[in-house]
């Protein structure tokens, strides 16, 4: 059931900036750039997507298809997950493209984190963050996109900005994570792996509140 | 066979209650769902269709109506079909097909071909009339057993409104599905539903077959309100008062006729308005 409902956003929920955000991951080859802010783009994705949804009236019309209600959040969820993830992906090849094309002198960032792999595992963590404030808060009342997506994006860039002023103010943070790879690379890959974990339990437990809050909801 | 056993519903808003509604729906029969703007029509369909938390129950064919099971069989239309305006028709069946083990996608084309539905329009491009059909076509692909629409033929012209009549009354002959369709235009209960459930600030005011209703008063009209004591829903109107009295009821100094449907359900209206909201009649 959920492949078909995951079918079935793909076909009539999907937003072009979906896509398009997805490739934001390029923001790498960008010269001193606070690439973090292509996580939020990523928010901004999921925004549009829930926007156009009800704009189409998304939310009744899954609910009268043979499908639990819970499920059709959780689809949701889902859905923009895996366009999270295909932007961590296009982030990873081009970091990877970056190292071993790029001369050494264009590895450094000096407006935040460097393209690495720890890069990679704070984009997991903010995305977290986002979907674990958007969705349940979302789903106790899918009308008002607004609100959850300004909250949500608001904390994402507190944490984006406390991420770029680590850089400069903690020398132990920077030296271990905001050097370019292969430097360091096993705390590197913990950052990543850590990041991985908090975004797979933070999805699922958006997953669980989204259900929950939905069930509730009244269309 | 039952299609729809609807059983003390129950929904609160802070402003409104629908209060312990109970009805049927019967196979193969065409009951319409009437109140005023307000009395708690769509609150019932939604109920119905889970779309909003209720307490009682809603069984279709036995089932409790939030199982898939029971929506499997269950064709809704919701206020028009409004549902992704930029899709086309096509693709619309496409993504909905999946969902449904019955659906047959040559019946779908057979429908689109019946109903005049071109599959590469966007949905923004149907006439209002068209949307309906686009629901209903939809709806009979998967085999649904029971038709659920709310308010379809409001914003219809009367040759579509005429046109939706013929095409549910030949679909109830041909495909034996039951259909609950809530209106507030009288003309087309009058023209094709077999039952009526009347629904009144919330509450249940009638539910009976259309000719039993329509069968069970005359008006009464009279030039002073003593003359109509007893009559349910007396109001006034140009020859003086007017309210309904049971058939077999004699009066004396009233002219009696055939009343109209529309002026049964307002009588009925005024008598629950006038004895302070009691329930059913």
């Known amino acids: ?219 | 066979m039952t299609a729809l056993n609807v059983s003390n519903l129950m929904k609160r808003y802070p402003a409104f209650v629908l209060d312990g509604v109970s009805f049927r729906v019967e196979e193969g029969r065409i009951c319409g769902l009437v109140g005023a703007n307000g009395a708690g029509k769509s609150t019932t369909l939604k109920g119905i269709m889970g779309l909003i938390r209720t307490e009682g129950s809603a069984e279709i064919f036995g089932i409790p109506s939030y199982e898939r099971e029971a929506k499997a069989v269950v064709g809704y239309a919701g206020g028009g079909f409004r549902a992704y305006p930029q899709k086309r028709v096509g693709a619309l069946a496409n993504a909905v097909a999946p969902f449904y083990s019955a659906w047959n996608g040559e019946k779908f084309a057979r429908y689109c071909d019946r109903f005049g539905l071109d599959p590469q329009k966007k949905t923004s491009e149907l006439s209002e009339g068209m949307r309906v059909k686009l629901s209903l076509a939809l709806a009979l692909s998967h085999g649904a057993r029971l038709l659920i629409l709310d308010e379809p033929t409001s914003g219809l012209d009367p040759l579509s409104r005429e046109e939706f009549c013929d095409t549910v009354l030949s679909l109830v002959r041909e495909e034996g599905v039951a259909v609950l369709f809530s209106t507030h235009i009288v003309s087309d209960l009058t023209r094709i539903a077999d039952d009526i459930v009347l629904l009144s600030n919330g509450r249940l005011l009638v539910e009976e077959p259309l000719r039993s209703l329509a069968e069970k008063y005359l008006a009464a009209t009279a030039p002073d309100r003593a003359a109509l004591s007893g009559a349910i829903g007396v109001k006034t109107v140009k020859e003086g008062y007017e309210g309904l009295v049971p058939r077999d009821r004699q009066m004396k100094g009233v002219a009696l006729r055939e009343p109209t449907l529309d002026e049964i359900i307002v009588h009925l209206e005024y008598e629950r308005r006038n004895s302070g909201g009691a329930g059913a009649l």
């Not at chain 1, 925004?47 to 499920?71: I, W, Y």
Request: hydrophobic residues 55%; aromatic residues 16%.
């Open chain 1, 1 to 219: 059931m959920m492949f078909r409902l995951l079918k079935k956003e793909f076909a009539l929920c999907l937003h072009p900036t979906s896509m398009i955000f997805a490739f934001f991951g390029l923001f790498v080859f960008v010269p001193n750039y606070p690439y973090e802010v292509a996580f939020f783009f990523s928010g901004l994705s999921v925004f549009f997507v829930c926007l156009t949804a009800r704009e189409n009236g998304d939310a009744s019309f899954t609910c009268t298809l043979p499908v639990r209600k819970r499920d059709a959040a959780i689809a949701r969820v889902l859905f923009c997950a895996v366009f999270q993830c295909a932007l961590i992906l296009v982030m990873g090849l081009a970091i990877a493209v970056k190292e071993l094309c790029l001369p050494a002198e264009m590895q450094t960032n000096l407006a935040g984190s460097c393209a690495n792999l720890a890069l990679l595992g704070h984009g997991f963590v903010l995305l977290a963050g986002f979907n674990l404030i958007f969705f349940p808060w979302y789903f106790r009342n899918p009308v008002k996109v607004g609100v959850p997506f300004l909250t949500a994006a608001i904390v994402q860039f507190a944490l984006i900005g406390v991420l770029c002023a680590l850089r400069f103010t903690a020398p132990v943070y920077s030296d271990l994570l905001v050097s370019p790879d292969p430097a360091n690379l096993g705390v590197k890959a913990g950052f990543f792996f850590g990041g991985l974990a908090v975004y797979l339990g933070g999805t699922l437990l958006a997953c669980v509140l989204s259900a929950k809050h939905f069930e509730k909801t009244d269309l």
